[in-house]
């Protein structure tokens, strides 16, 4: 069941993938504050304060993925990050219109500080976060090899690609902001995918120990994913509740972390049942019937001839 629609569960994994190169190639990467630099403007509104309004005078200002944080012993002041503007005169300026539009629904907010920042997320750090990315998913292949097999392996690291490059692909269709909690999340994605896969991985493992030659890989695939379904949905969705209820009831910070983690759990969730334990059949059976096919032609011993 599984195995046999792997062609196609792997070519709708490949299209989205390459929708989203094609997006980022097209302008589709939209880098955040983080990244970029910008300024960070703490307003005193001096009493409670709706953050969609403040979102409202942002968006009139062109600042719409400026995120809007309360913070303060009462929780009225705003802490806003805006990108970077040209030169001190331009930034005092966008300081000026940003309070006259707050001032209009709160007359008594003025301005606390003003600072200019540069790219938390550094050049360095995302390098940081890449090689983390590829160590995490080499050890990981080591350890499987070690507790499985080479291909559960291989097979595990390539679910674990696609989850990324699916997220990735996500925010550059939509154009969504790219900040450090989108790497937070893509990270935590690749420690979260991984043990589904293991779980139908140990699975397999003891069905082989089971069935041995009585089966095929394929029939073994299948029948663990079955036997696994139940928990592997289970546990994505009792996770994905609690994400959702995060993006719905948290505030911007945490929506940026929030919505990544919700395309990771869906693609990870995926790959775990239509991708890790087909693609480990299909190359264990690929391996296997090209190494029969390059044994030596006489490698049978001949019976020694009757005197």
């Known amino acids: 069941m599984f195995t046999k629609h792997l062609k196609l569960t792997a070519a709708i994994s ?16 939209n880098p955040g504050i983080d990244f970029t630099g910008g300024s960070l403007t ?13 979102h409202s005078v942002l968006e009139d200002m062109g600042q719409a993925d400026a995120p809007v944080v309360k913070s303060g012993e009462d929780m009225q002041e705003a802490q806003i990050r805006m ?38 997320t550094s ?30 392996g ?16 996500f925010v550059c269709i939509f154009r969504l902001q790219i900040n450090s909690g989108f790497i937070a999340g893509c990270l935590t994605i690749i ?29 073994i695939a299948n029948l663990s994913v079955r036997e ?25 910070s945490i929506r940026e972390f929030a919505l990544p983690i919700i395309v990771g759990l869906l693609a990870g969730t995926y790959s775990s049942i239509f991708l890790s334990a087909p693609i480990w059949a299909a190359m264990a059976d690929y391996f296997e ?12 011993k001949k019976k020694p001839a009757k005197a």
């Open 289 to 300: 019937r090209r190494k029969k096919s390059q044994a030596p032609a006489g490698s049978k």
């Open 42 to 54: 703490v307003v005193d509104m001096k009493q409670d304060f709706d953050a969609d309004y403040v």
């Open 154 to 169: 291989i097979a595990a690291v390539i679910a674990l690609a696609q989850d990324v490059l699916v997220m990735i692909a």
């Open 228 to 252: 696994t379904l139940g928990r592997t949905i289970n546990t994505s969705v009792t996770t994905l509740i609690m994400i959702v209820s995060l993006y719905i009831f948290g505030v911007t």
């Open 83 to 120: 990108q970077d503007v040209e030169d001190g005169e331009m930034q005092a300026e966008v300081t000026e219109i940003l309070l006259t539009g707050l001032q209009s629904e709160y007359p008594e907010a003025e301005i606390v500080s003003v600072d200019r920042v540069g790219g938390v």
């Open 191 to 219: 420690g979260y995918s991984i043990n589904n896969t293991i779980v139908i991985f140990d699975r397999i493992r003891d069905n082989q120990r089971i069935y041995g030659r009585k089966k095929t890989r394929d029939e």
């Open 14 to 29: 490949i299209i989205i993938i390459v929708a989203g190169i094609i997006a980022g190639a097209m302008g589709g990467l």
């Open 123 to 152: 050049a360095e750090m995302v390098q940081g976060a890449i090689w983390a990315v590829i160590i995490a998913c080499a050890l990981m292949l080591v350890y499987i090899w070690i507790r499985f097999e080479l291909f559960s």
